[in-house]
C-alpha cells in the first residue's frame, strides 16, 4: 500500500478514527495489526518476514539482559542473521553478478545463473530499525523491552516502516506506550505535513518525472540542453520525492500523537558537502554515523584511522541505496569529496 494511493486514502481515515476510539491499552494491539495489514498488501509473505526479523531482535535483547557474559554473541548472532537475510533478498543477485563479471574479465567460463528474488518493500528500513535496537541493548542505552505487542507494534508502525525515517528506540517507543489524549493542535499541524508530503509527490516529484523518465530511458538518443535539463528536474524529483514520502509519514504518526525525527532539513540549501549530508535523509546519515562509523573509531584513532572509517562508512551506505555498482562508486565519491577526507557525518 502506497501513501499516495486510494487505498491509503482510505485505510489512513479508518485507522485514525478506530484509533482514538477505542481504550488506549488496546492501541498498539490495533497498531500492530494494522500495521502488518498495511505491510502485507504487497505480499503476504512479507508478514512472516518482518516477524521473523523482530522477534529475533526482541529474543536477543532478551538473552542479553538475561546473560550479559555472552552479550556479544548474542549481538553478533542478531546482526550476523539480520544482515544475513537483507543480503539475502538484496545483494544475492548483485554478487553473482559481480562473480560473474570478474570471471569473463580473467576467461573463466562459468554458466551464468541469476535467480528470481523479489525484494521485500522496506526491508532495510525495518532491518535497520531492528539493529539499532539490538545494539543500544547492548550498550546499555536501553533496557529489552518485555512487551511483545509493544515491541512488534514499534518495528513494524506503519508511517515509517516502508521508507523512513529510521526511528531510535528510545525516541518512538517510549511515545507507543505512553497514554496519548487526541490534540487537536497536533492533528492540524500533522494534516499540513502530509499536505506538504502529497505536494511535493503528486504535484512536484510525479510531474517532473513524466520528463525525466523518457530521457534517462533512453538517454542515447538526447544530448546537450536536454539532458542539463533532465538531470536538472531530476535533482528536484528524487528530494521531493523522498522527502515527500518522509513528510506524509511525519504527518501520518502526528496525527496519531506519535513524533518521528526530522528527516530532511532544506538540504539544497546547505553552504558545503558535510552541511548537506547533516540535512539530506537524516535518520540514515546519523544511523550510519552512531551505529558504523563511531564503533569503527570515528576521528580518534588517527588521521589514517579516521580516513579508512570515513572510507568505508560511505561506501557502506552507497551500497545500501542499491545493489549496484554505480551506488558502491557514488559512495566512493562521495567520500573523495568530503572535504579532503574530512568526516561528513
Known amino acids: 500500500m502506497l501513501f499516495n494511493s486510494i487505498q491509503y486514502m482510505i485505510f489512513l481515515p479508518v485507522f485514525f478514527l478506530i484509533y482514538w476510539k477505542i481504550n488506549n491499552r488496546y492501541r498498539n494491539v490495533f497498531i500492530l495489526i494494522a500495521s502488518y495489514f498495511f505491510y502485507m498488501c504487497w505480499n503476504v509473505r512479507y508478514g512472516v518476514l518482518i516477524f521473523a526479523i523482530s522477534m529475533l531482535a526482541y529474543v536477543v535483547a532478551c538473552f542479553m539482559e538475561k546473560d550479559k557474559c555472552r552479550k556479544k554473541i548474542y549481538l ?22 559481480s562473480i560473474y563479471g570478474i570471471a569473463n574479465m580473467v576467461s573463466i567460463p562459468v554458466v551464468q545463473r541469476y535467480y528470481d528474488i523479489v525484494l521485500p518493500v522496506g526491508i532495510s528500513f525495518f532491518s535497520f530499525q531492528a539493529m539499532a535496537y ?60 502530509m499536505m506538504v508530503g502529497f505536494f511535493k509527490k503528486l504535484v512536484v516529484a510525479d510531474t517532473l518525472s513524466t520528463y ?54 532544506s538540504p539544497y540549501f546547505s553552504r558545503s558537502l558535510r552541511e548537506f549530508w547533516a540535512r539530506w535523509h537524516i535518520s540514515l546519515s546519523t544511523w550510519f554515523r552512531d551505529y558504523v562509523y563511531i564503533p569503527l573509531g570515528g576521528n580518534r584513532k588517527g588521521r589514517v584511522r579516521r580516513n579508512v572509517n570515513v572510507m568505508v562508512t560511505f561506501l557502506l551506505s552507497g551500497l545500501w541505496h542499491g545493489a549496484d555498482w554505480s551506488y558502491v562508486i557514488w559512495g566512493g565519491g562521495t567520500w573523495v569529496r568530503s572535504n579532503s577526507f574530512k568526516c561528513a557525518l
Open 76 to 97: 553478533v548472532l542478531g546482526i550476523c542473521f539480520t544482515v544475513g537475510v537483507l543480503g539475502y533478498f538484496k545483494y544475492f543477485n548483485f554478487l553473482l553478478g
Open 212 to 265: 525525466v523518465d523518457v530521457v534517462f530511458g533512453q538517454i542515447l538518443n538526447y544530448k546537450g540542453f536536454t539532458l542539463v535539463i533532465a538531470v536538472f528536474f531530476f535533482t528536484f524529483q528524487i528530494y521531493c520525492d523522498f522527502s515527500g514520502y518522509s513528510d506524509i509519514a511525519i504527518g501520518s504518526a502526528k496525527i496519531l500523537g506519535i513524533d518521528l525525527m526530522d528527516n530532511f532539513k
Open 134 to 193: 539490538m545494539i543500544d541493548c547492548y550498550r546499555g542505552e536501553i533496557k529489552a523491552e518485555k512487551n511483545i505487542i509493544d515491541f512488534l507494534a514499534y518495528i513494524s508502525f506503519f508511517p515509517q516502516l516502508v521508507a523512513g525515517p529510521i526511528e531510535r528506540t528510545k525516541n518512538l517507543m517510549p511515545q507507543m506506550k505512553a497514554e496519548k489524549h487526541f490534540d487537536y493542535g497536533k492533528a492540524s499541524a500533522g494534516m499540513k505535513i
